[in-house]
């Protein structure tokens, strides 16, 4: 099992940052996948980002060359960098793990982040 928090939303004006974090604990040696979500009410729920061991990271269309996924293996954390931010970008982002070889994947509790106009 795997247990992932995340940290670090809150409020903030259009053209502001943020940045937010996911720790992993448990199971988090056969992790391949780690990754952001988000939704906004009455929608979706839509990838914002991803990361693999290696490094390699992919984005959703919105959030290219504002928003940057990074981690640190030493804490098991992985983090998302908003930049410019605009109200669009309201949600209650969520972080997903995924533990290879069938083991399953795990979403944290959600974390809200907020962009007023």
């Known amino acids: 099992q795997v247990r992932v928090v995340e940290s670090g939303g809150g409020l903030v004006q259009a053209g502001g940052s943020l940045r937010l974090s996911c720790a992993a604990y448990?199971?988090?040696?056969?992790?391949?996948?780690s990754g952001w979500y988000r939704q906004a009410p009455g929608k979706q729920r839509d990838l914002v980002a991803l990361?693999?061991?290696?490094?390699?990271?992919n984005y959703g269309d919105s959030v290219k060359g504002r928003f940057t996924i990074s981690r640190d293996d030493a804490k098991n954390t992985v983090y998302l960098q908003m930049n410019s931010l605009q109200p669009e970008d309201t949600a209650v982002y969520y972080c997903?793990?995924?533990?290879?070889?069938?083991?399953?994947?795990?979403w944290g509790q959600g974390t809200q982040v907020t962009v007023s106009s």
């Open positions: 990361i693999r061991p290696g490094g390699s990271t």
């Open positions: 997903h793990v995924l533990r290879g070889g069938g083991r399953g994947d795990f």
């Open positions: 448990g199971s988090t040696a056969d992790i391949v996948l």
